[in-house]
């Protein structure tokens, strides 16, 4: 196996009283070393789902898990979704690791952060506490915390909301990770602080070869950082290339959607943003078909009635560049000239 | 947390004393006379005038609540000459229906009380929040469901059913411990004594209370188990066990204290159901007797006592937070 990680074919699904809810539905990527892969896609779309899955992070009693998640660990590859419980533990927060959208709720407001720090390497280390707190000293001088053996002691009510993604950061680093999964890391954040810690999760991954995989819903953390780029709807990928591909080419009406939908600094007159009319489908029972066809602008464009008949496949002309539309590929660029950034 | 607790204390005192005159207010306006109250059926007129002086009845409202302030700093003579009684301080009063000073029926009553409530409280934090964390860590399975009967068995039966129960059988059919409270033992010099005339009371009043905890306690971690601090440890790869014990239980109980310290609070203050069905002459009898008999001084001394218990616990409820909770500073 030549990639950090590879999902494939993964569902991913809760039973409830009211029928299954399908947060993922037949997911596959995959992440290589040194490459940042986002996942796009607006609130409720199964990022947050994904992300959890590939930690093996669900409760196996609430959740349906099917497909593989492979992750090489030395000589061996494990297989999160169908590999032993306590396996994949031993793997969490060493082989990969996670950071969180909320840094000030994702901290234990009762230990100190040094504490916090040194468990995640006594996790997979124990008994090395010398070593624990070196490292843990290592880490926040790394991402950037001035007087990092004194603000160790400190608990995070002491931090700012950017100082604690810091330290989040720090602690996912603190087993040397092959793999970040990163969670809208930033959202929480004010944009400037946005901005540092980008630049940060950039300058670690260089450090490190890591491979990130980065969730988010805004475009513009994908336009600064991402290589390549997974665009979801309703649990579905419904795009997938490489950035230039989803900026400069997109090919699914989704995505073209989403471009619309952000503001843009132009000078002048003012400008409307277009958002996408309409709601995500409920993830209950799910339209057959394809689920964002009720929104979809570009319906008469493609074959009468295909769209309300079956999902497309996830194909495209280039194998790096894939996409769910059943408007036929050549005459999509046709269709989607209006993009904005679009040639 | 110097200047905290002293500030509290100042303000506990305030407290109390606005508690107390609000009793002496209260019995001020009661139409009747507190010196016939003091002789039963030998009262004479004369008898009554003699007692009225003597306790000083006769004097302004706001002189006899001076002469109560005074008297728990100083101690109290009641009467002159050799008809003089004296109640040292911290004297609260004179009881005539026990002819006992009212510090000294404390001393008497409070060990009771005490040793109900303390007993029940370790029981019922041991069973509540035990059952609690078993059936948080196997919600959904059988500890869960067992202590869910249990919870709806402790929160729907009342005290006075579960204690004439345990008094029926325990007591009446099995003869395992005497009916009549024979007098207190304390812990120290006859233990198995101790736990004999207590262990009813304290089963009676933790079954219904361990109910409450075991509810609370549940929702309190599996609330905890929904932080996202919590699947911050999970995804260092923490197992379940340390997830529970090191970052789940300290968050999920801290709010325990605080029901504990005042549900203890309120105890203090009289379980007058359980000490009345095993007979026990604690507070909780000894305040609702003084009520009916209009007696004055236990009323205004059980009060301040109730309302000072449940100052005080407040107090050390807010120092326990601070020790337990960083984000706290007092
Ligand atoms: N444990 C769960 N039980 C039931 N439904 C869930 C659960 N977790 C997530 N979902 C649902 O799955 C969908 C995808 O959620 P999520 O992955 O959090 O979206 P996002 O893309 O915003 O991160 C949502 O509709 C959410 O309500
Ligand atoms: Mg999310």
């Given at each position: 196996?030549?990639?950090?990680?590879?999902?494939?074919?993964?569902?991913?699904?809760?039973?409830?009283?009211?029928?299954?809810?399908?947060?993922?539905?037949?997911?596959?990527?995959?992440?290589?070393?040194?490459?940042?892969?986002?996942?796009?896609?607006?609130?409720?779309?199964?990022?947050?789902?994904?992300?959890?899955?590939?930690?093996?992070?669900?409760?196996?009693?609430?959740?349906?898990?099917?497909?593989?998640?492979?992750?090489?660990?030395?000589?061996?590859?494990?297989?999160?979704?169908?590999?032993?419980?306590?396996?994949?533990?031993?793997?969490?927060?060493?082989?990969?690791?996670?950071?969180?959208?909320?840094?000030?709720?994702?901290?234990?407001?009762?230990?100190?952060?040094?504490?916090?720090?040194?468990?995640?390497?006594?996790?997979?280390?124990?008994?090395?506490?010398?070593?624990?707190?070196?490292?843990?000293?290592?880490?926040?001088?790394?991402?950037?915390?001035?007087e990092p053996a004194k603000r160790a002691k400190d608990y995070p009510h002491q931090f700012s909301g950017g100082m604690r993604q810091r330290v989040m950061i720090a602690m996912a680093l603190m087993n040397t990770p092959r793999v970040l999964i990163a969670d809208e890391p930033t959202t929480a954040l004010?944009?400037?602080?946005?901005?540092?810690?980008?630049?940060?999760?950039?300058?670690?991954?260089?450090?490190?070869?890591?491979?990130?995989?980065?969730?988010?819903?805004?475009?513009?953390?994908?336009?600064?950082?991402?290589?390549?780029?997974?665009?979801?709807?309703?649990?579905?990928?419904?795009?997938?290339?490489?950035?230039?591909?989803?900026?400069?080419?997109?090919?699914?009406?989704?995505?073209?959607?989403?471009?619309?939908?952000?503001?843009?600094?132009?000078?002048?007159?003012?400008?409307?943003?277009?958002?996408?009319?309409?709601?995500?489908?409920?993830?209950?029972?799910?339209?057959?078909?394809?689920?964002?066809?009720?929104?979809?602008?570009?319906?008469?464009?493609?074959?009468?009635?295909?769209?309300?008949?079956?999902?497309?496949?996830?194909?495209?002309?280039?194998?790096?560049?894939?996409?769910?539309?059943?408007?036929?590929?050549?005459?999509?660029?046709?269709?989607?000239?209006?993009?904005?950034?679009?040639? | 947390?110097?200047?905290?607790?002293?500030?509290?204390?100042?303000?506990?005192?305030?407290?109390?004393?606005?508690?107390?005159?609000?009793?002496?207010?209260?019995?001020?306006?009661?139409?009747?006379?507190?010196?016939?109250?003091?002789?039963?059926?030998?009262?004479?007129?004369?008898?009554?005038?003699?007692?009225?002086?003597?306790?000083?009845?006769?004097?302004?409202?706001?002189?006899?609540?001076?002469?109560?302030?005074?008297?728990?700093?100083?101690?109290?003579?009641?009467?002159?000459?050799?008809?003089?009684?004296?109640?040292?301080?911290?004297?609260?009063?004179?009881?005539?229906?026990?002819?006992?000073?009212?510090?000294?029926?404390?001393?008497?009553?409070?060990?009771?009380?005490?040793?109900?409530?303390?007993?029940?409280?370790?029981?019922?934090?041991?069973?509540?929040?035990?059952?609690?964390?078993?059936?948080?860590?196997?919600?959904?399975?059988?500890?869960?469901?067992?202590?869910?009967?249990?919870?709806?068995?402790?929160?729907?039966?009342?005290?006075?059913?579960?204690?004439?129960?345990?008094?029926?059988?325990?007591?009446?059919?099995?003869?395992?411990?005497?009916?009549?409270?024979?007098?207190?033992?304390?812990?120290?010099?006859?233990?198995?004594?101790?736990?004999?005339?207590?262990?009813?009371?304290?089963?009676?009043?933790?079954?219904?209370?361990?109910?409450?905890?075991?509810?609370?306690?549940?929702?309190?971690?599996?609330?905890t188990l929904g932080e996202d601090y919590i699947r911050t440890a999970r995804a260092k790869g923490l197992s379940e066990k340390k997830v529970l014990r090191i970052h789940t239980f300290r968050a999920a109980l801290a709010p325990i204290v605080t029901l504990a310290s005042l549900d203890f609070a309120g105890?203090?203050?009289?379980?007058?159901?359980?000490?009345?069905?095993?007979?026990?002459?604690?507070?909780?009898?000894?305040?609702?007797?003084?009520?009916?008999?209009?007696?004055?001084?236990?009323?205004?001394?059980?009060?301040?006592?109730?309302?000072?218990?449940?100052?005080?616990?407040?107090?050390?409820?807010?120092?326990?937070?601070?020790?337990?909770?960083p984000r706290v500073r007092i």
């Amino acid at each position: 196996m030549t990639s950090l990680l590879e999902i494939s074919n993964l569902r991913v699904s809760f039973p409830t009283d009211d029928g299954d809810v399908h947060a993922v539905d037949n997911l596959s990527l995959t992440l290589n070393a040194g490459e940042t892969v986002a996942i796009v896609g607006e609130s409720g779309s199964g990022k947050t789902v994904t992300s959890l899955s590939v930690m093996g992070l669900h409760n196996p009693r609430s959740t349906k898990l099917s497909g593989s998640i492979k992750i090489p660990d030395g000589d061996q590859v494990i297989d999160v979704v169908n590999d032993d419980a306590e396996k994949v533990r031993n793997m969490r927060g060493r082989v990969m690791s996670m950071i969180f959208q909320d840094p000030m709720s994702s901290l234990h407001p009762y230990f100190r952060i040094g504490k916090q720090l040194a468990e995640a390497y006594l996790v997979h280390n124990p008994g090395k506490k010398e070593e624990a707190r070196k490292r843990t000293v290592e880490m926040l001088d790394l991402v950037g915390i001035p007087e990092p053996a004194k603000r160790a002691k400190d608990y995070p009510h002491q931090f700012s909301g950017g100082m604690r993604q810091r330290v989040m950061i720090a602690m996912a680093l603190m087993n040397t990770p092959r793999v970040l999964i990163a969670d809208e890391p930033t959202t929480a954040l004010d944009v400037t602080v946005q901005a540092q810690i980008l630049t940060l999760m950039q300058g670690i991954q260089k450090e490190f070869n890591m491979g990130i995989l980065l969730i988010t819903h805004d475009l513009g953390v994908v336009a600064a950082i991402a290589d390549r780029v997974s665009v979801m709807y309703a649990g579905n990928i419904v795009e997938q290339g490489s950035a230039d591909d989803i900026f400069y080419r997109p090919m699914a009406p989704y995505t073209v959607g989403l471009l619309n939908s952000v503001p843009k600094i132009t000078y002048g007159e003012k400008q409307r943003l277009q958002s996408i009319a309409g709601q995500p489908p409920s993830l209950i029972n799910l339209p057959s078909g394809c689920a964002f066809s009720p929104r979809c602008t570009y319906i008469e464009n493609a074959p009468a009635g295909s769209c309300a008949a079956t999902l497309p496949d996830l194909v495209g002309v280039s194998s790096s560049h894939v996409s769910r539309c059943h408007i036929p590929e050549s005459d999509r660029p046709q269709v989607f000239s209006h993009v904005a950034g679009g040639k | 947390m110097l200047t905290f607790v002293s500030r509290r204390l100042v303000y506990a005192a305030i407290t109390l004393l606005i508690v107390s005159m609000a009793v002496y207010a209260i019995f001020a306006i009661l139409p009747f006379d507190p010196a016939a109250l003091t002789c039963g059926q030998h009262c004479t007129p004369l008898v009554i005038r003699a007692n009225r002086i003597k306790l000083g009845f006769d004097k302004p409202l706001w002189e006899q609540y001076w002469m109560f302030l005074h008297g728990i700093f100083a101690g109290r003579t009641y009467g002159v000459g050799s008809a003089a009684f004296h109640c040292p301080a911290p004297a609260f009063g004179y009881s005539f229906n026990d002819n006992m000073c009212v510090t000294e029926l404390l001393q008497q009553k409070l060990p009771i009380t005490l040793s109900v409530a303390i007993g029940a409280l370790i029981l019922w934090l041991i069973v509540g929040v035990g059952l609690g964390i078993l059936a948080a860590r196997f919600k959904g399975r059988w500890p869960d469901t067992a202590s869910s009967v249990f919870v709806l068995f402790g929160t729907s039966l009342p005290v006075f059913v579960t204690g004439l129960f345990l008094l029926i059988w325990v007591s009446i059919k099995w003869k395992i411990i005497p009916i009549s409270f024979l007098g207190y033992v304390s812990v120290f010099s006859d233990p198995i004594g101790f736990v004999k005339l207590f262990i009813l009371p304290w089963i009676t009043l933790a079954f219904a209370f361990a109910a409450l905890y075991t509810r609370f306690t549940r929702a309190s971690i599996l609330e905890t188990l929904g932080e996202d601090y919590i699947r911050t440890a999970r995804a260092k790869g923490l197992s379940e066990k340390k997830v529970l014990r090191i970052h789940t239980f300290r968050a999920a109980l801290a709010p325990i204290v605080t029901l504990a310290s005042l549900d203890f609070a309120g105890l203090i203050g009289g379980a007058i159901l359980t000490e009345t069905i095993f007979n026990l002459p604690g507070i909780g009898q000894w305040t609702l007797r003084s009520v009916y008999e209009f007696n004055l001084p236990v009323v205004v001394c059980t009060t301040i006592l109730a309302a000072g218990v449940v100052i005080i616990m407040n107090l050390i409820v807010d120092m326990l937070y601070a020790v337990l909770d960083p984000r706290v500073r007092i």
